[in-house]
């Protein structure tokens, strides 16, 4: 195995994790956690969300160069891409949605509930299950 496709299947599977655990797990159950209030609920998942977005970004810069310099096959580069542009969606389009949103309920307004939140979470499993195949087939290259 190349230290390009290394360092890839490291980040795939590093970024992948991160996903599952803040997304998949912490996001859902915070709001269970008994005096956890929709505004102190919202307030941490905005700085969670904002650091996992950032580490992302870092995640997609490191992979988008392995690649280019190793080269991989199609299937792994369409994977990968597909991830990388799921997140620039995420974090250009629809997160300033959901900032706004979070502003006015943290200002105290009675804000409507948001269905862009619903494009986030879709665009979280699609991100997935590109990151999930991505890493299997770069493995399998290997």
Do not use: C
Request: without cysteine; aromatic residues 6%; charged residues 10%.
């Amino acid at each position: 195995m190349s230290t390009s496709t290394a360092v890839a299947v490291a980040v795939v599977f590093v970024w992948l994790g991160m996903v599952a655990a803040i997304s998949f797990i912490e996001a859902p159950l915070k709001f269970r956690a008994p005096n956890v209030t929709l505004v102190i609920g919202l307030g941490i998942g905005r700085l969670v969300f904002r650091a996992l977005n950032i580490v992302e970004t870092v995640w997609a810069t490191v992979l988008v160069v392995t690649l280019l310099l190793g080269l991989p096959g199609t299937d792994a580069t369409v994977a990968v891409t597909i991830a990388v542009l799921a997140l620039a969606v995420q974090v250009i389009v629809v997160r300033p949605r959901l900032t706004r949103r979070t502003d006015a309920v943290l200002a105290g307004l009675d804000a409507p509930r948001s269905h862009v939140h619903y494009v986030y979470i879709a665009l979280e499993v699609v991100k997935t299950i590109a990151l999930l195949v991505g890493g299997i087939v770069l493995l399998a290259s290997a």
